[in-house]
């Protein structure tokens, strides 16, 4: 494509920061440029970084590093760079441009200034930007995966964190924005959509004046994919209106992935959060009553300031007494410009770990007895990868979302990117293990639908 340079993508962080990614991408394509996976062979390497805790921090400064240690010319872009702007210009040379978390979208203008010799630094202080459906994307998942974007950054204020600084306010695309999306997704062979924002029952507050999430959902139900999932439900966004459009919406999937962060209302409370400690408990029953067949997912944060031993206690129970499906459990990262950052009573880091490896050790027994249930029942998987040597494939069920939850590990006869029925043979703690049914499944995959299986 002409003289013009050949630039590589490191991509790390969130999924939000994938379909940054994915549109950067999808710009340079359109522009011309050349985009290869090796960053050895690039002129230009972008590293899209995350700032969201201190662990995700030194991963993103690691990969500068090594980056500049190969004489790359880099240009960063992302949370970090939103989050340390001149720290990270003054520190690396090899850094000919600087773009924050909203400013993905100048990066072939910002490529075409430093091929002139210029040191580009564009990073709006209110990100206020949100790609449309016309914005180019270059897809980084699997065939038959999209990330599906409906709003940016969050009007709460949560004390441990600090996305509202480094990626601003709600700011939501409109219902019919996101419909044209996902039916051009659907059209290129895409059978699930996850939709993801920092707060997907909050969508639509901003532009509509009220949450509209019940709306979009039964809108995207008219779109020809299989799978619609959800990221990232508070639980006080799950109105009965939302419940019972996912009960009727057939390709929105009964999963629900609920940050819940703690249990014990002082601890809500310290983390600004107080709404969430009267309904906890009412929510998920509420919730399993409504949509018995739902797979819940949620984070903890142990460790947190004044985190006594009784709060703990507290969250234990209730990590037993619920049975989640699926929990990630992770230690407080004192994160600077948050409130939380100067509370007093911090909890020593040893505490903390030995807090999260006990909520793990509860979980595990949970999960695998979960895991086992399923053994004997014939469920759609979505294939996305084969190890060629063995000739076995790897997919999902409904029951899990990429990168987070486990596998399917299938024997016999499927294509990439095809949804096949698997009759599960044995399971563990995270994985279940199948062979592909002399079956096929009809009928939807949404809640309280199982699907029929018929001879082939």
């Known amino acids: 494509m002409g003289n013009k340079p050949t630039i590589a993508l490191s991509h790390l962080g969130c999924e939000k920061n994938r379909v940054d990614s994915e549109h950067m991408l999808g710009l340079l394509v359109q522009a011309g440029y050349d985009v290869d996976n090796n960053e050895e062979l690039a002129d230009y390497v972008i590293v899209n970084t995350c700032s969201f805790i201190q662990a995700a921090r030194e991963e993103s400064v690691r990969t500068l590093v090594e980056l500049a240690e190969a004489d790359k ?19 690396l040379p ?68 600090i996305i509202p600084h480094l990626r601003g306010n ?6 019919e ?41 039964r809108a995207l139900g008219k779109v020809d994919v299989p799978w619609i999932r959800m990221h990232y439900a508070y639980p006080t966004g799950l109105t009965s209106e939302v419940i019972t459009a996912i009960q009727e919406t057939p390709n929105v999937l ?17 983390m600004n959060r107080p709404w969430q400690g009267r309904v906890n408990d009412d929510i998920i029953e509420r919730i399993k009553a ?37 929990v990630g459990v992770f230690t407080f990262s004192p994160e600077e410009g948050t409130p939380a950052y100067t509370l007093p009573n911090t909890v020593p880091p040893e505490v903390a770990e030995a807090r999260r490896d006990i909520l793990m050790q509860i979980q595990q027994p949970i999960s695998l007895h979960k895991n086992q249930a399923e053994i004997g029942k014939t469920v759609p998987v979505l294939i996305e990868q084969e190890n060629p040597t063995t000739g076995e494939f790897i997919g999902r069920s409904p029951a899990s979302s990429p ?46 639908s199982q699907p029929k299986a018929v001879a082939r």
């Open 403 to 448: 990168e987070v939850d486990g596998w399917v590990y299938v024997q016999g006869e499927a294509s990439l990117g095809e949804i096949v029925p698997v009759t599960i043979t044995d399971a563990d703690i995270y994985d279940l293990y199948g062979v592909v049914a002399e079956t096929s499944l009809t009928g939807d995959w949404g809640e309280n």
């Open 254 to 270: 009964p999963y629900l992935d609920l940050p819940l962060q703690h249990s014990h209302p002082e601890i809500l409370r310290a």
């Open 290 to 326: 409504a949509l018995p067949n739902a797979v819940l997912r949620t984070t903890f944060i142990v460790g947190f300031p004044g985190e006594t031993e009784e709060h703990f206690e507290h969250l234990r129970q209730f990590v037993q007494r619920h049975e989640f499906d699926r």
């Open 94 to 161: 090899e850094a000919v441009a600087l773009l924050g978390s909203s400013d993905y979208h100048k990066i072939v203008d910002t490529i075409e200034r430093v091929e002139q010799g210029e040191r580009v630094k564009e990073v709006s202080p209110e990100p206020t930007y949100i790609a449309d459906e016309t914005v180019p994307r270059y897809r980084t998942t699997t065939e038959a995966v999209a990330y599906l974007r409906v709003a940016e950054g969050c009007d709460y204020r949560c004390a441990f964190c």
């Open 170 to 175: 709600q700011r939501s695309r409109s219902i």
């Open 73 to 91: 010319k880099i240009v960063i872009t992302g949370c970090m760079a939103q989050h340390f702007q001149a720290e990270l210009l003054e520190e």
């Open 177 to 217: 924005s996101i419909v044209a999306e996902a039916t051009e997704l659907a059209s290129q062979g895409v059978k699930e959509l996850i939709l993801i924002s920092q707060i997907t029952t909050n969508y639509g507050k901003d532009i509509y004046g009220k949450p509209m999430l019940a709306e979009l959902l």
